[in-house]
């Protein structure tokens, strides 16, 4: 199992620019979650996914977009670019809740907003 | 909303010496989970606490979850240069989510 999966590793947009964050896990797990992390700071919820078709806002939505069309599947879209959002960004799956159960973490993508 | 407080925010120790990182939760917590994350890698699942006053340990790990089940605290013996990382504490209210609390970033001196 390659477990959770995320491209690319590095990114550098300039504002206003958009991309997609891709994340990929072949665990079968319903859950997964985005997040976001800032140097000194924790982990932030931005978005998560209970199953496929269903998202729900996390802690920190705005400037994002996620779509679960499969399983496997949880992109994570940034329409407008912004400084703020300079930042490694995890993806994360679980089987269970993720309030219950282990989350499994992706390597990240480190983006940068100019 | 929950908030979970973690300190001290920064650790840094001779190589040998203890290591408590402890997290705090306004709310009650349904269960507490610690990752550990090394530094330029991602979080990794150390261990899941659920009941009141529960102890658990991994080799020089030692895991502890309140009474009330509002605060935990991990404590490593003995310290090695492998221990360097940030370890997050995550508190649940049965929900979805984790809310993860900001740190204790571990360095170990040999």
Redesign the interface.
Known sequence: NAGVTQTPKFRILKIGQSMTLQCTQDMNHN?M?W?RQDP??????IY?S?GAGIT?K??VPNGYNVSRSTTEDFPLRLELAAPSQTSVY?C?SSYE????D???????TRLTVL | GQQVMQIPQYQHVQEGEDFTTYCNSSTTLSNIQWYKQRPGGHPVFLIQLVKSGEVKKQKRLTFQFGEAKKNSSLHITATQTTDVGTYFCAGSNSGYALNFGKGTSLLVTP
């Open positions: 859950y979650y997040y000194g700071m924790g982990l932030k919820l998560y209970v729900d996390g802690e995890f994360a809740a993720g309030g219950r282990t989350q499994y973490f992706g390597p990240g």
